[in-house]
């Protein structure tokens, strides 16, 4: 990234650091709302942690597939942002792919890819995130 970039994005992760109290009770109701499921408050905490950049150990049935779009949702929040930023900056609306900033969640399994593409799909959908899976074909074609 550019310097400004740089600084941008330290203001910004700023600006969503502190509202993340306000952030985190909208991503549990939207979760229970989509999902019938009610979230453990160390499930939240941990996605905060990963959203932060830690590394996290979560065991089999401890919530993978909800710590895992908490973090995704609070970098959305916090990439739509700069692309906005960038855009103002560059007086221009139409970002490159290769410029724009983005979220990615990359697992080696196909099946749970298509799980929680098929489970989490209305949940980004109200966060404004696309998403999207790919099957063994194509993932050749995209590395």
Known sequence: MVPI???MDLVIKDV???NILHILPI???M???FNNIALFDVQLIAGVKLY???VLEVKTG???TYIIPIAAILFGIRTSLLNHYYKKLCFNDNIPPENRFQV???TANEYLARRDYTLLQELYVFFQLSSYYTQDEQRYNLF
């Open 52 to 54: 932060h950049e830690n």
């Open 62 to 64: 401890e919530g993978k």
């Open 27 to 29: 991503i549990r109701t």
């Open 31 to 33: 979760i229970i709302r």
């Open 16 to 18: 969503v650091d502190k």
């Open 104 to 106: 990615h969640i990359v």
């Open 5 to 7: 970039f740089d600084e």
